[in-house]
């Protein structure tokens, strides 16, 4: 804890000032804009959070009809006596009568489940504990729901509460120790599950995931039967099944089972051995998403890593036409029944808030709904742009560029260069108000789409998988590389950004090539590749890194380990390392050892490390936190950058 002060006072005494307090200034206005997320409506209800501007948490509202006047279900705000509380998980049931709802606390990913009654706005009896990354699939008539969640303490080894995740069924009213257990796979510690019940409220649909990996199994219980004995559909790990819905008595699933970038098939859950068909095939975009809304397939592509919106029959997967998508950008959400005459989806841009839009199937009419956002800069004068560059190895990769429109080539841009290349995770255009305090002073916003990401499909993940994690630092390099070979800017100029598997990218880019940065930001960062899955729910990403522990695997593991790869007396450049003592997630012992080393190797450039004591890993985190840490941030990138 004395370390812990020390270092913060140190870092306080390099980014406070003038400068700092007028990034707070101008960082309190650029956030302050309403943002609503996409409507779903239960019953006769939509329901959608709101905040305001500057509200730290977002509201929960529910509203009756598209233009009827909207009340406060839940408001985090109001419930934050003893920290920050979050609201972090939410599953309405299906005539809008109750919200299951799931709240955090100071950041951790723990979360307890209430039930709130929607007509009134008070809480049941119910409340259901040792829940993380929560699953909740109500059944139609709304008596209950089913639900993940990982062993009570005490009940098995320590440590081992964050593992054996299992599946339960609660009804209302009963205590959790009543709770059904209703599946499980007691020998497979990684394992953990969705659930989700078909529209029809006949099939119940279990996903098993091992640790990180979208690689998945699939059950299905027959809920019109007497067997509770769920049905294997898919099984062995070998491909990723996503369960959109349920059409014609059988069963529809978005897989990349011989099809990296994605196919919608369907299976007989009552013959699973018939196997499975093709109902809408691989193309040339990856596919991401799907769902069954107004009897219509309604999926989502990423094309050149940034979104389009296509529609199927839900029979023969024919085309059934397209949803015009404005600009380059990022669907945020897509809502909608299968009986539904309308949906709902978000969309958002590098330069532009998310917009919410309601699509009538009916009219085939697109029209804004809800109220636009207003910002404190003018959109227009900023332009992005995709460019492609060659990687070490020749592989091509993309990568998108935001800044003021005509800046010229002088070499002298600071860029403020992203990334992350892990987990099949896609980095795709999104609003980031931060980001303009840098774009306002003639600075650019670089974001390539490396591998081990999910931009094009599950071969170009792999390809930033366990051994090859390597070519995930080479893309990035890259990139600095061109940005300066490209004429915009110079390795002085760049500042390289990332967080939790992002920053164990920028800690690892670092320390391989400290010559092609001017600073360096490792926020919440996977930093001792030896011994990350021995902390927390670090075992999960064995699936993605691989395990010091197999002898095959600790030599590509250490070769690239940041803490391990630190030199003495090596000239690194400027670094800020965040962490925050309630990660549940990524171990913040990680950060501190990587910041303590880098301090003990002894060079001149700053090493400073900002420790965050009520804040877990970045979900749930508190605006006028996010604005605090942000102004230290940018504080820290143009002092080093000597940006004015």
Same mark, same amino acid.
């Given at each position: 804890?004395?370390?812990?002060?020390?270092?913060?006072?140190?870092?306080?005494?390099?980014?406070?000032?003038?400068?700092?307090?007028?990034?707070?200034?101008?960082?309190?206005?650029?956030?302050?804009?309403?943002?609503?997320?996409?409507?779903?409506?239960?019953?006769?209800?939509?329901?959608?959070? @709101? *905040?305001?501007?500057?509200?730290?948490?977002?509201?929960?509202?529910?509203?009756?009809?598209?233009?009827?006047?909207?009340?406060?279900?839940?408001?985090?705000?109001?419930?934050?006596?003893?920290?920050?509380?979050?609201?972090?998980?939410?599953?309405?049931?299906?005539?809008?009568?109750?919200?299951?709802?799931?709240?955090?606390?100071?950041?951790?990913?723990?979360?307890?489940?209430?039930?709130?009654?929607?007509?009134?706005?008070?809480?049941?009896?119910?409340?259901?504990?040792?829940?993380?990354?929560?699953?909740?699939?109500?059944?139609?008539?709304?008596?209950?729901?089913?639900?993940?969640?990982?062993?009570?303490?005490?009940?098995?080894?320590?440590?081992?509460?964050?593992?054996? *995740?299992?599946?339960?069924? @609660?009804?209302?009213?009963?205590?959790?120790?009543?709770?059904?257990?209703?599946?499980?796979?007691?020998?497979?510690?990684?394992?953990?599950?969705?659930?989700?019940?078909?529209?029809?409220?006949?099939?119940?649909?279990?996903?098993?995931?091992?640790?990180?990996?979208?690689?998945?199994?699939?059950?299905?219980?027959?809920?019109?039967?007497?067997?509770?004995?769920?049905?294997?559909?898919?099984?062995?790990?070998?491909?990723?099944?996503?369960?959109?819905?349920?059409?014609?008595?059988?069963?529809?699933?978005?897989?990349? @089972?011989?099809?990296?970038?994605?196919?919608?098939?369907?299976?007989?859950?009552?013959?699973?051995?018939?196997?499975?068909?093709?109902?809408?095939?691989?193309?040339?975009?990856?596919?991401?998403s799907a769902a069954v809304i107004h009897q219509t397939i309604v999926a989502a592509y990423m094309h050149n890593a940034s979104d389009t919106l296509r529609m199927f029959t839900t029979l023969s997967g024919e085309p059934a036409g397209q949803v015009d998508l404005p600009e380059i950008g990022s669907l945020t959400g897509v809502s909608g029944r299968p009986e539904d005459d309308e949906m709902f989806f978000g969309y958002t841009s590098f330069t532009h808030p998310a917009i919410n839009y309601r699509y009538d199937f009916r009219t085939r009419q697109l029209e804004p709904f809800g109220e636009r956002s207003t910002i404190q800069f003018k959109p227009d004068e900023y332009e992005t742009s995709q460019v492609w560059y060659r990687s070490k190895d020749g592989t091509s990769i993309s990568m998108f560029l935001v800044a003021r429109k005509g800046l010229p080539k002088d070499g002298k841009r600071p860029v403020l260069l992203t990334g992350y290349g892990g987990f099949n995770i896609s980095l795709t255009p999104a609003f980031d108000p931060s980001n303009f305090v840098l774009l306002e002073r003639g600075g650019m916003y670089a974001v390539p789409n490396l591998r081990g990401g999910g931009e094009y499909g599950e071969s170009w993940h792999e390809a930033g998988m366990f051994e090859r994690k390597q070519t995930v630092f080479d893309d990035f390099i890259a990139a600095a590389e061109w940005l300066a070979a490209s004429g915009y800017t110079n390795p002085k100029q760049i500042a390289i950004e990332g967080g939790s598997n992002g920053g164990l990218l920028t800690a690892a880019v670092m320390v391989q090539r400290p010559d092609l940065y001017g600073a360096v930001v490792c926020r919440v960062p996977v930093a001792d590749m030896l011994r990350y899955h021995r902390f927390t729910v670090g075992r999960f990403w064995i699936s993605e890194y691989g395990s010091a522990d197999d002898p095959a695997q600790f030599p590509f593991l250490y070769r690239y380990s940041p803490l391990h790869n630190v030199v003495d007396g090596a000239p690194y450049p400027p670094i800020l390392v965040t962490t925050a003592d309630t990660d549940d997630r990524v171990a913040p012992g990680m950060a501190k050892k990587f910041a303590a080393r880098l301090q003990a190797a002894g060079h001149s450039a700053p090493v400073l490390i900002r420790v965050e004591t009520r804040a877990g890993h970045g979900a749930g985190k508190p605006l006028s936190k996010t604005i605090e840490e942000d102004a230290d941030i940018f504080s820290f990138i143009v002092r080093m950058l000597g940006v004015e």
């Open positions: 804890m004395a370390w812990v002060e020390a270092e913060n006072d140190l870092t306080r005494s390099v980014v406070e000032g003038p400068a700092r307090d007028a990034l707070v200034k101008r960082l309190t206005k650029l956030y302050d804009f309403p943002r609503t997320s996409v409507p779903a409506r239960r019953g006769g209800y939509y329901f959608f959070t @709101h *905040n305001t501007g500057l509200q730290d948490q977002p509201v929960l509202y529910v509203q009756e009809g598209t233009a009827g006047s909207r009340r406060v279900l839940i408001d985090p705000n109001a419930m934050s006596a003893d920290g920050p509380v979050a609201l972090t998980a939410l599953a309405i049931d299906d005539s809008g009568e109750f919200a299951a709802y799931g709240l955090s606390k100071s950041g951790s990913d723990r979360q307890e489940i209430f039930i709130r009654r929607i007509a009134d706005g008070t809480d049941l009896p119910d409340r259901l504990l040792w829940v993380k990354f929560a699953s909740i699939a109500w059944v139609k008539d709304g008596s209950g729901f089913y639900y993940t969640r990982f062993p009570e303490p005490g009940t098995v080894a320590p440590g081992d509460e964050n593992y054996f *995740n299992k599946v339960y069924y @609660h009804r209302l009213g009963d205590d959790q120790s009543l709770d059904d257990l209703i599946f499980e796979k007691p020998d497979e510690r990684e394992t953990v599950f969705g659930v989700e019940v078909s529209d029809e409220d006949r099939w119940v649909v279990i996903t098993a995931f091992k640790g990180s990996s979208d690689r998945s199994e699939v059950y299905a219980i027959d809920r019109q039967s007497n067997s509770t004995v769920p049905v294997a559909l898919f099984t062995g790990f070998s491909a990723a099944y996503a369960f959109i819905e349920s059409a014609a008595d059988r069963l529809l699933f978005r897989t990349d @089972h011989d099809a990296p970038r994605g196919r919608i098939i369907s299976i007989d859950p009552l013959n699973p051995q018939g196997g499975a068909r093709e109902l809408v095939p691989e193309s040339a975009d990856k596919l991401s």
